[in-house]
């Protein structure tokens, strides 16, 4: 059963510490992204890659780092720098770029708090 | 620059009736639409896109509409039930090699039995 998983569910830190939120899929995608929900923003775009060791910045990615060294992880550390890390993360994948407009598939989710 | 706005945050709908919900965007180079259905605690799952070179999609109780003239993207659903419930995003791609989404803020859809 394909799908993308996400974990831990929900996670807490410190401030001031760096955390590594875990995305992984078995559905064979080239493209993988990060995005993080807050309340009444949307999904915002942190990080994308399409291929194996090549990433891109999103439009918010500062405090945040990327890696991705197997085609099916995309690893995503929330660095001390991020000023506001509290958030939902959200990791999607695609079948290649989405040049027919081919959706997203998004895992469940991580949430974060940072106290 | 918000390029994309959902401007009801919540809409309640009998069941049975049809639930219309809207997005206006600025971008004309925008040439997918997309419209995404999350529940809480839970990632996006998609729902139904459209091309820019079209005005009206349908999949079964979902249809969308696009009138690029005034920027508008509409997703009906009819008839409405109560696990529709849900918050709805509709979504945007730029074109043709830019493999960036825009979302919109969404909207938090609520039937009523």
């Known amino acids: 059963d394909g799908g993308i998983t996400q974990s831990p569910k929900y996670l807490f830190r410190k401030e001031g510490q760096n955390v590594t939120l875990s995305c992984e899929q078995n559905?064979?995608?080239?493209?993988m992204y990060w995005y993080r929900q807050d309340p009444g923003q949307g999904l915002r775009l942190i990080y994308y890659s399409q291929i194996v060791n090549d990433f891109q910045k999103g439009d918010i990615a500062e405090g945040y780092s990327v890696s991705r060294e197997k085609k099916e992880s995309f690893p995503l550390t929330v660095t001390s720098a991020q000023k506001n890390p509290t958030a939902f993360y959200l990791c999607?994948?695609?079948?290649?770029?989405?040049?027919?407009?081919?959706?997203?598939?998004f895992g469940n989710g991580t949430r974060l708090t940072v106290t | 620059d918000q390029q994309v706005k959902q401007n009801s945050p919540s809409l309640s709908v009998q069941e049975g009736r049809i639930s219309i919900l809207n997005c206006d965007y600025t971008?004309?180079?925008?040439?997918?639409f997309l419209w995404y259905k999350k529940y809480p605690a839970e990632g996006p799952t998609f729902l139904i896109s459209i091309s820019s070179i079209k005005d009206k999609n349908e999949d079964g109780r979902f249809t969308v509409f696009l009138n690029k003239s005034a920027k508008h993207l509409s997703l009906h659903i009819v008839p409405s039930q109560p696990g529709d419930s849900a918050v709805y995003f509709c979504a945007f791609r730029r074109g043709f090699g830019n493999e960036k989404l825009t979302f919109g803020t969404g909207t938090r859809l609520t039937i009523i039995p």
């Open positions: 971008n004309s180079m925008f040439d997918y």
């Open positions: 559905l064979n995608h080239d493209a």
């Open positions: 999607a994948s695609s079948a290649g770029s989405p040049r027919s407009g081919s959706p997203l598939h």
